[in-house]
């Protein structure tokens, strides 16, 4: 039914880590320029969560980010969101340095965030009512949305009425309705069960083609960082930092393919154990070899 008007630690001694400046390119839409953050404990110490990031992603880039637990993943990505504003360095997106949240990046969440007391439509519709559109135009992309995501005909359903993976469907809908830049994605799978997750890794790829949109996804799978990026890159804690970057052909090829043939492949594979046994090796450094 359409709508109707409302009124830190020193850093780990692990093998040749270091910094990395990524693929500096003028023509790059989004500037991470030597990003630190830190917090202080209640005991007066400080803790470095990240140190001297630089990225530089072009319009319509790909990019997945995987680490061990405690690297800095998700406080790089609140950082670029504008939700944390970083102890030292900068962000810039499309030569405006962010200074907080805007509509310009949207923010997937592990969990949907959604609006429960509102329908699948109203919760898509939310951010294009809150800048003024005309109805007749929401309704208009709400459908067109659902049709995306796979929703059609759920659009006067409630929320909770959804499965888990129904409701990251719709979380990326509302995302999309904003139109943003930058689609920021922490961990939005890592609820979900297998087969959901692969089914939801092939809708990301689909809309990432389809958009031309610039993604930055978190992940702790190693195998959806491999799918899900032309660019992988693996951070190393303690502090936070880019220890190793990869440049992936398996997102492209993915698009047009069924995902179970792409893990079957022997480069695939190659590279899903070296990085496996990269992050083991920085997890022992980290608990310990009998932890």
């Known amino acids: 039914m359409p709508l109707m008007p409302v009124t830190l630690k020193p850093p780990l ?17 989004l500037h991470i320029k030597d990003v630190s953050m830190s917090f202080n404990l209640p005991d007066g110490s400080c803790v470095d969560a990240l140190k001297n990031i630089t990225i530089d992603l072009k319009k319509g880039e790909l990019l997945s980010i995987l680490g061990p637990s405690g690297c800095g993943k998700t406080t790089l990505l609140n950082i670029i969101a504008g939700f944390l504003s970083p102890t030292s360095g900068e962000i810039n997106l499309n030569a405006n340095t962010v200074t907080g949240p805007g509509a310009e990046r949207g923010m997937v969440f592990q969990q949907g965030a959604l609006f429960e007391w509102m329908s699948v439509r109203k919760n898509i519709a939310f951010g294009p009512a809150m800048k003024g559109a005309a109805l007749p135009d929401i ?47 922490d961990e939005p799978l890592g609820a979900l069960d297998a087969l959901t997750r692969e089914k939801m890794q092939s809708l990301i790829l689909k809309i990432w083609k389809d958009t031309g949109k610039t993604i930055i996804l978190i992940t702790h799978s190693v195998e959806e960082a491999l799918l899900l990026g032309e660019r992988l890159l693996v951070m190393a804690p303690r502090p936070g930092r880019i220890h190793r970057e990869y440049t992936l052909d398996f997102a492209h090829q993915a698009v047009n393919s069924d995902l179970r043939e792409i893990k079957k492949r022997d480069d695939y594979r190659q590279k899903r154990e070296e990085i496996l046994s990269m992050i083991w090796e920085m997890e022992e450094e980290i608990m310990g070899p009998n932890s």
């Not at 001694?13 to 839409?29: A, P, V």
């Not at 005909?153 to 309705?177: H, N, T």
């Open 13 to 29: 001694n692990y093998k040749q880590s270091q910094s990395l400046i990524l693929n500096t390119n003028s023509s790059s839409n």
């Open 139 to 185: 309704n208009k992309q709400v459908d067109e949305l659902l049709e995306t995501v796979g929703l059609h005909g759920f659009g006067d359903k409630a929320v909770y009425e959804l499965s888990g993976g129904m409701q990251q469907r719709v979380a990326l809908a509302r995302c999309l309705a904003n139109d943003p830049d930058v689609i920021l994605m």
